[in-house]
């Protein structure tokens, strides 16, 4: 998709926008990822996410089947 004219210049005067840029300096400086403690993933909030993710969704979840392969290789 190209862009016309009006829309590059638009582009060109948001990148040379001093409070653009401070605004997006802002909001990375306060984002948050709820998933991460202390630098690392927290698997147990992930999982508790998707669990409530799939009951927004009404998603059926699939029976435990026990996995009978002795070697696996990625």
Known sequence: MALN????EELIYLARSSS???D???LSAIAYNP???NGRV???KWIIFL???NEFINHA???F???IDRIMKL
């Open 24 to 26: 997006m300096d802002h």
């Open 61 to 63: 979840p699939k029976p």
């Open 5 to 8: 004219d009006k829309e590059r």
């Open 42 to 44: 927290d698997v147990d």
């Open 20 to 22: 653009i840029k401070n």
């Open 51 to 53: 669990n409530g993710y």
């Open 65 to 67: 089947r026990k996995m």
């Open 35 to 37: 998933f991460m403690v």
